[in-house]
């Protein structure tokens, strides 16, 4: 079945380590890449997105994902974790066939808890 | 940038009786709203797509005539959660689609319902 699937379900760091969570597709085609953080208690917030061109995009708060096509990946990557970047982390993928509606499929999650 | 004001944030009904969550598009246009659902320490699964002026499509194994979705304006989304059990309490969020964009997304805060 067609999915997004996020490897890691919680990952424990310490403050200044580097991160990076897996996310893997399955869907054939076009497809738009999204990674969302939701903090405790507050709601999604788009860290970065995919469409085309460069397939290292960046996104806010020091944030960086890769699409790499022949791996149907595109993995979260930061060099120096915070405390504050506790929270969920959300892969999701549009997948642009003529069917699809514009929805977003979302992975599993991946908590991510960073000790001061 | 785009706002999407989700209410009510918090509603506590008690089984049998119907509850209505409104999603609305504040500063744009939104001809496809979506419907998630959220467990504890869960993914968002898509329970459906809105869209303006039709009928809502719904994801395989969501009860269309459980979860009523109406979306009679470019800028209002209702998804009415009829004759609710206790299993139906969860974290709803609905998402619209600036018209405007092809890609742009924007979440709810989300809504906790509790069935007793």
């Known amino acids: ?116 | 940038g785009a706002v999407v004001s989700q209410h009510p944030s918090r509603v506590i009904c008690k089984s049998g009786t119907s509850v209505k969550i409104e999603c609305r598009s504040l500063d744009f246009q939104a001809t496809t709203m979506f419907w998630y659902r959220q467990f504890p320490k869960k993914s968002l699964m898509l329970m459906a797509t809105s869209n303006e002026g039709s009928k809502a499509t719904y994801e395989q194994g969501v009860e269309k005539d459980k979860f009523l979705i109406n979306h009679a304006s470019l800028t209002l989304s209702t998804l009415t959660v009829t004759s609710a059990h206790p299993e139906d309490s969860s974290f709803y969020i609905c998402s619209a689609k600036d018209r405007g964009s092809n890609y742009g997304y924007t979440f709810g805060s989300g809504t906790r319902l509790t069935v007793v």
């Open chain 1, 1 to 116: 079945a067609q999915s997004v699937s996020q490897h890691n379900h919680h990952v424990i760091l310490s403050e200044a380590a580097s991160l990076e969570l897996g996310c893997n597709y399955s869907y054939g085609g076009t497809v738009n890449l999204f990674w969302y953080v939701q903090y405790p208690g507050q709601h999604l917030q788009l860290l970065l997105k995919y469409f085309s061109g460069d397939p290292l995009v960046k996104g806010i708060k020091g944030f960086e994902a890769e699409f790499i096509k022949s791996k149907f990946s595109f993995n979260l990557r930061k060099p120096s974790v915070q405390w504050s970047d506790t929270a969920e982390y959300f892969c999701a993928v549009n997948p642009l066939s003529y069917n699809q509606g514009g929805k977003l499929i979302f992975g599993q999650g991946t908590e991510l808890s960073v000790k001061p």
